[in-house]
């Protein structure tokens, strides 16, 4: 059966996210953005030099097309920065991706309840389906100062944008084939059940709804040895998916270092 028009909207959307042309560099990358993100960004530290390069093509990219919006907070490049490269550590494997789904970001000083008070630690982070995506800014920098932490705020949050298709979550992350559909909810299913008996590096906050794709994504960059070590099929299909190989990479960087 052919596919139907709305079927072909979808496809040639994800194509057109995964595999457009990577837009040329308007202008030079900040000598001080590159040693910013040296500093705090590990998984910069770990790309191959041709990925660095793409990684920071979309951080400028990032920073030049979104809104990034402080709630009393004044928004500077170090903020600006961290934000995109969150983004971009997901997006630095799918040439051209350009994080259309995001509308807008806003920073809060402070976590936040569900009602946006500030200052009532419910929540740190929140991607709404239409695009906004909340972050507190302590833990955002937490998220970036310790590098052996599975916590990320910005790799969570915008790896929720993932699971969500025209406005509705999906169980699926978006742009998953569909010949490879069973595979994931198979692995899916059984790392739920080694987080709930407690043999998973995940964490347990996975078990919530919508939530083990965000939290594995987080694992897979944080921990990309363990994770690699203690969940090779979980690994070894987001490594397909984000098209990047963490473990790797960062073993060469140790190896260098030693």
Same mark, same amino acid.
Request: proline content about 6%; aromatic content about 12%; charged content about 20%.
């Given at each position: 059966?052919? &596919?139907? #028009?709305?079927? =072909?909207?979808?496809?040639?959307? !994800? ?5 457009? #042309? ?7 990358? *900040? ?29 400028? /990219? ?5 809104? !990034?919006?402080? =709630?009393? %907070? ?27 789904? %995001? ?5 809060? *000083? ?6 946006? +008070? !500030?200052? /009532? ?16 800014? *302590? ?25 969500? +298709? /025209?406005?509705?979550?999906? +169980? !699926? &992350?978006?742009? =998953?084939?569909?010949? /490879? ?35 594995? %994504? ?5 921990? #990309? ?20 190989? #963490? +473990? ?9 270092? =030693?």
């Amino acid at each position: 059966m052919a &596919p139907g #028009p709305g079927t =072909v909207h979808v496809l040639k959307k !994800i194509r057109g996210k995964f595999w457009a #042309p990577r837009a040329p560099r308007a202008e030079p990358f *900040p000598d001080e953005w590159a040693a910013f993100l040296w500093q705090h960004s590990a998984h910069y530290r770990r790309l191959p030099d041709r990925l660095q390069a793409a990684f920071e093509q979309d951080v400028q /990219r990032f920073i030049a097309a979104h809104r !990034i919006t402080g =709630v009393e %907070v004044d928004v500077d490049d170090r903020l600006r920065l961290l934000v995109a490269a969150s983004a971009a550590t997901l997006s630095v494997g799918w040439r051209g991706y350009t994080w259309s789904e %995001v509308s807008e970001v806003l920073l809060y *000083p402070a976590d936040f309840d569900r009602d946006y +008070a !500030i200052g /009532r630690s419910e929540l740190a982070g929140q991607a709404h389906v239409w695009g906004t995506v909340i972050l507190s800014v *302590p833990s955002l920098l937490h998220s970036f100062t310790y590098d052996e932490d599975p916590y990320h705020l910005g790799v969570h949050e915008f790896a929720h944008l993932l699971t969500y +298709a /025209r406005g509705l979550p999906t +169980a !699926i &992350p978006v742009g =998953v084939a569909a010949a /490879r559909i069973p595979l994931w909810e198979q692995i899916q299913s059984q790392e739920l059940q080694r987080i709930a008996a407690g043999d998973s590096v995940i964490d347990v906050y996975a078990l919530g709804p919508s939530e083990f794709f965000t939290c594995a %994504v987080e694992a897979f960059f944080q921990t #990309p040895i363990v994770m690699r070590g203690n969940h090779r099929r979980l690994y070894g299909f987001l490594s397909r998916y984000f098209r990047q190989i #963490p +473990a790797t990479w960062e073993s060469r960087l140790r190896a260098q270092r =030693v």
